[in-house]
Each structure stands twice: as C-alpha cells, then as structure tokens.
C-alpha cells in the first residue's frame, strides 16, 4: 500500500519539557490506523502537530509526497486532510440539513455565501442530503443540531467533514462521553466511511479500537513503544506495563 502520511523525527518542546520525541510514523492510503496510550503519552500532542495546530521543534511531515510541515492546518484541508475535535463542532441554530451545506459551501472557497438567499443556497441541498444520508441522519434532515443526542452530533460533524471531500479524516477521540448505544454507532459509521478513505484517529476505548483499527501506534512518554495490529500490541510486555504502570502512577 502506498503511504498517505508519514512523520519523521518529529519532535515538540515546550521550555525544556519534551511532549513528543522522535516519531516516525506512516499512515498506510485506504486503513484505520489508531494513536492510543496512556494519560500523559502525547498523544494530543503527536495529533495536534501532524493535523498543523502546533509547529514541530524538529521533524518532517509529508502529505501525500508533499511537505506539510510548516502549512497552516486551513492549507491541509484543503489538500484534503480533514481534522475533527474531541468537542463536537457543529452550529447548534442550524438545521442537520443546513450544517451539511455549510460544509459545501466552503468547497467554493468564497465567504459571502452566508449573505445569500435561502433559495438561493438550496442548489446545494441534493448534495448534503447525500452526506447527511451517508451518517444516518436522514430522519433528523430538518431538525436543529442542538436537539440532537451527542451521538448524533458527532455523526453530524462527520458528515460535515465529509462534505468537504477529504482524501483523509484525522478523528480526535470520536468516541468521548458517549453512551454504549452512540459508540455502536459511530463505530459503524467509521467503518463505512472508511471504504474509501485513510483514517487516522486518537481514541481511548480499547475494545473501539480493537475492532476498528487495521494498525495501531502506541506511544508512551512522547515515544512509540509499540506498532502492529492490535494482536500483537495488547501483548507487548512494554505495552501492559505501560498501561498497568500509568492506571497506578
């Protein structure tokens, strides 16, 4: 397989204290490939500076054979490396179908579609019911993003970063603080997503990860202590006691 996103060296500092050492890391086109660890590892951190909201003190990242490591994180997505947050990003007022297309509209990359007519605008409708049908929202078509479950607005967030056509979704912990029935779901729809798309994503429920991740990457102290499928890393004797070590600090 041909490699999407790869990491060499890279390394951030803050005043001395050394948050991310050394990673080389790649990111294999059509996989879900997970960053996990213990509280404390730098995984945010390794996230945060490949998605380009923190600048590497040392290292290189490369996007699809190009040199990324010094755009702004707006440049990467329009490459098409797409990012999400562990809060759900969604505007609450709007409607499911209403948040989709302001996904779309930013395709155009103008900034006075927001001044145009709701008639105007509904050229983009088809379009963003067919991502808000991709994530199962098609019920929920009409109704404001702050009636929706948790889960839901996760799922709505998606199909928002869908909607800007990435090549690759960066997805920052998509499971956080939901609900077992909202975690099932999401999980399938990670999966589906994935058919066509690299995944690289930051999650802490092991058993997620376990059934979702074709590689994972695991790092402790800001360094990678293990890589493989997960088989092979819930094994690694470097692994357990990281974790065992990190549940007793």
Same mark, same amino acid.
């Given at each position: ?9 890279? !390394?951030?500092?803050? =005043?001395?204290?050394?948050?991310? =050492?050394?990673?080389? *890391? ?22 945060? *500076? &490949? ?17 990324? !490591?010094?755009?702004?994180?707006? +440049? ?5 490396? @797409? ?9 609450? +007022? ?9 996904? *779309? ?20 409708? +088809? &379009? ?24 839901? =607005?996760?799922? &709505? ?31 399938? &729809?990670?999966?589906?997503?994935? =058919? ?20 994972? !990457?695991? *790092? ?8 493989? +499928?997960?088989?092979? @890393?819930?094994?690694?004797?470097? @692994? ?10």
């Amino acid at each position: 397989m041909s490699i999407v996103l790869e990491a060499t060296g890279l !390394t951030k500092e803050f =005043k001395g204290f050394v948050a991310v =050492k050394d990673v080389n *890391l790649r990111v294999e086109e059509g996989t879900i490939h997970a960053l996990i660890g213990p509280n404390g590892a730098g995984k945010t951190t390794c996230f945060n *500076l &490949l998605t380009k909201f923190l600048q590497p003190t040392r290292g290189k990242i490369v996007f699809e054979g190009r040199d990324i !490591t010094r755009m702004e994180p707006a +440049d990467i997505a329009k490459l098409g490396m @797409v990012r999400s947050f562990q809060i759900s990003a969604v505007f609450p +007022d709007l409607t499911v179908l209403q948040n989709v297309r302001v996904a *779309l509209q930013r395709r155009r990359g103008e900034s006075f579609d927001f001044w145009r007519s709701e008639k105007s605008l509904s050229q983009y409708d +088809d &379009l963003a019911r067919g991502y808000v049908d991709e994530v199962g929202l098609s019920e929920f078509l009409h109704h404001r993003a702050a009636e929706l479950s948790y889960g839901r =607005k996760r799922a &709505l967030e998606i199909a928002a970063t869908l909607a800007l056509e990435p090549q690759m979704l960066l997805l920052d912990e998509p499971m956080a603080g939901m609900a077992q029935q909202d975690v099932e779901r999401i999980s399938a &729809l990670i999966r589906r997503v994935a =058919k066509d798309r690299t995944i690289l994503m930051v999650e802490h429920n092991l058993s997620v990860v376990a059934d979702l991740s074709d590689k994972i !990457t695991v *790092l402790a102290r800001g360094e990678i202590l293990a890589e493989g +499928d997960y088989a092979a @890393v819930s094994k690694a004797p470097e @692994v357990i006691e990281a974790y065992i070590g990190a549940e007793h600090a």
